[in-house]
């Protein structure tokens, strides 16, 4: 009995996630990062993703300087052989790519040459090393802005340098960058810090965009384990989330 009374709750029926609207943050074009290997894997998510409710997708391919050199050939090409092979599913869902993007040495140049992948106005996905922040992060940020870009950065709760540095996340959020949660967070399937953190960045207000980052099966069970956590409840319906913005 004191054992329930203590037990955190867990939500009756699973979060809505027709109200989210758009995934927009995944791996789902075969073979050219770290998530699907397969397109009958790839197929298969995106049939769930549209099942629990998304009416559209944007899927973000990992651009690194050091291992996934993904261009915006690479990943178009991906994303119409993607397309293809749904079209032969039957599976009807809108689905665009973009990329997230490593803010690393390579990073500038891709930039400059006007060659960076964006969804809805501008917005472009961003994250940064687990080892240590870039050193020219905040330079690149305002020259992203100033050229019209909006910086989202992907799964800040993800981020251990940062942990527990909350005038360092109020910075962040001062200096215009958009914050996006992975509903895995709150699992606590990276770890329990990044579930605390993801929680308590919550409570603040600070997340902008949701997505499920999904990558493979057992991101797809830890994102269905997601839609019973009261945590995303209170984000879906704290009316701040812009994931419709990329309708
Ligand atoms: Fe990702």
Wanted: aromatic share 12%; glycine share 6%.
């Amino acid at each position: 009995m004191f054992f329930n009374l203590f037990r955190k709750p867990g939500l009756a029926k699973p979060v809505d996630v027709s109200q989210i609207k758009v995934d927009m943050h995944s791996h789902l074009i075969p073979g050219i990062d770290d998530g699907v290997q397969s397109i009958e894997e790839a197929v298969k998510l995106v049939g769930s993703l549209k099942e629990a409710g998304f009416s559209k997708i944007i899927t973000t391919p990992h651009v690194m300087n050091d291992t996934y050199k993904n261009t915006p050939e690479i990943i178009k090409e991906g994303l119409k052989n993607l397309k293809a092979a749904l079209e032969n599913a039957h599976i009807y869902i809108p689905i665009e790519a973009a990329a997230e993007y490593l803010i690393d040495d390579g990073f500038e140049k891709i930039f400059k040459e006007g060659r960076l992948l964006t969804m809805g106005k501008k917005y472009i996905l961003v994250e940064l090393s687990y080892y240590n922040m870039h050193h020219g992060f905040y330079a690149l940020v305002f020259d992203l802005q100033i050229a019209g870009y909006q910086v989202i950065l992907a799964h800040p709760e993800r981020y251990s340098y940062f942990h527990d540095k909350w005038p360092v996340y109020e910075d962040l959020k001062a200096r215009g960058i958009l914050f996006q949660l992975n509903t895995i967070s709150l699992t606590g399937c990276y770890s329990p810090k990044v579930q605390k953190v993801a929680e308590k960045l919550i409570d603040m207000g600070f997340y902008d965009f949701v997505a499920t980052d999904m990558h493979n099966e057992e991101y797809l069970a830890n994102f269905n384990k997601s839609l019973y956590i009261p945590h995303l409840q209170k984000l879906v319906e704290s009316g701040r989330l812009m994931n419709h913005n990329l309708i």
